[in-house]
């Protein structure tokens, strides 16, 4: 069990235009959802939470006008990168927890590579 | 600012050796310890967990933490070439955020 999907695996697009990266909770209900940001050879560093029917919470130095982020039911978040740049090309992450996870532990999905042209 | 430590590495080892990856972290009311490992171009996978101090065993891998010195770390008996991995150490704020070292890349030379 605790299965995130995420789609899609890769996207490539032009500059200027708006890619939406989908995180899915396959068989549990995500009270939670978290977005990450991974660039080549860093860490993950975390861009916003999310719970479902209310407004993201974005870290520091992350636009929320950029990075659009709806959590719009307990299984399902997007992230929508708004007019997308090359320097927006990265690795995004979603992970998702539930209630009663062992110390709130947090599900990753398998990753979505964004490559802005 | 909250931080996680990580030696980057590489750390090399031989098969069938221990290895011994090591994190500290500057926020003392951490309570939760992750270890995850990451294949390149994959995500994280979560490895283990600790939230008591001492050593928490799991077949091959055992992590140990020691809150007073904010130092966790994570040992593979046996290391495998399969275990060739980025480890990334992630530390649990109270508001149940996880905040990342920047990862010990590992190699276990056959």
């Known amino acids: 069990g605790a299965v995130v999907s995420q789609h899609p695996s890769w996207v490539i697009c032009k500059s200027g235009t708006s890619v939406k990266i989908e995180c899915r909770s396959l068989?549990?209900?995500?009270?939670?959802m978290f977005w990450y940001r991974q660039f080549p050879k860093q860490s993950l560093m975390l861009m916003a939470t999310?719970?479902?029917?209310?407004?993201?919470?974005?870290e520091q130095g992350v636009e929320k006008d950029k990075f659009l982020i709806n959590h719009a039911s307990l299984t399902l978040s997007t992230l929508t990168v708004t007019s997308a740049h090359p320097e927006d090309s990265s690795f995004y992450i979603c992970?998702?927890?539930?209630?009663?996870?062992?110390?709130?532990?947090?599900?990753f999905g398998p990753g979505t590579r964004l490559t802005v042209l | 600012q909250k931080e996680v430590e990580q030696n980057s590495g590489p750390l090399s080892v031989p098969e069938g050796a221990i290895a011994s990856l090591n994190c500290t972290y500057s926020?003392?009311?951490?309570?939760?310890f992750f270890w995850y490992r990451q294949y390149s171009g994959k995500s994280p996978e979560l490895i283990m967990f600790?939230?008591?101090?001492g050593d928490k065993e799991d077949g091959r891998f055992t992590a140990q933490l020691n809150k007073a010195s904010q130092y966790v770390s994570l040992l593979i008996r046996d290391s495998q070439p399969s275990d060739s991995a980025t480890y990334l150490c992630?530390?649990?704020?109270?508001?149940?955020?996880?905040?990342f070292g920047s990862g010990t890349r590992l190699l276990v030379r056959p």
């Open positions: 992970s998702a927890s539930r209630d009663g996870s062992s110390y709130n532990e947090q599900f």
């Open positions: 068989d549990f209900q995500a009270t939670t």
């Open positions: 999310s719970n479902e029917g209310s407004k993201a919470t974005y």
């Open positions: 926020d003392r009311g951490s309570q939760s």
């Open positions: 600790i939230y008591s101090n």
């Open positions: 992630a530390v649990m704020d109270s508001s149940y955020k996880l905040i």
